[in-house]
């Protein structure tokens, strides 16, 4: 690979050579994360273990209850190629309790299978929303006496 990109790279130098350097397609770069692979990203266990995992680590924060918040923290990150997250930030803030939640569950995240395609593994951009409600009083069943 080391050699042929010398190649390009001098041939590309050299005057009327007639080569044009083209660009390498999605499956190829390790640069950067791809938008549509061909299958996605999975968390091990699939999206019902995904669901169980967060529903494990995501708790309604004191401060944003005081603050009456409710809504959505949509969390983005990079699964890489290798099935590590990278570049894990909030896309769309709700409450700062409550966006360092999310983060901090993401962050912990284990390996991910990586996304595939053309049959190699690419690193792919996934979006997470994380919902935030202010749980609901439970009843007390106990009788008056």
Request: some cysteine; overall charge negative.
């Amino acid at each position: 690979m080391l050699l042929l990109l010398a190649l390009v790279y001098s041939c590309s130098n050299a005057e009327n050579t007639g080569i044009q350097e083209v660009a390498a397609p999605d499956s190829l770069r390790r640069n950067g994360p791809m938008e549509n692979p061909e299958i996605p990203a999975l968390f091990p266990g699939g999206n019902d273990s995904l669901l169980t995992w967060m529903s494990a680590r995501i708790h309604y924060p004191e401060a944003a209850k005081a603050d009456s918040v409710q809504g959505q923290v949509i969390v983005s990150f990079i699964v890489d190629r290798f099935g590590g997250l990278l570049d894990v930030k909030v896309e769309k803030a709700l409450h700062p309790a409550c966006d360092a939640i999310a983060l901090e569950a993401i962050k912990s995240m284990p390996k991910w299978t990586p996304a595939k395609d053309s049959g190699d593994d690419v690193a792919s951009r996934l979006f997470l929303p994380v919902d935030f409600r202010i749980p609901e009083e439970q009843p007390n069943n106990q009788e008056l006496k």
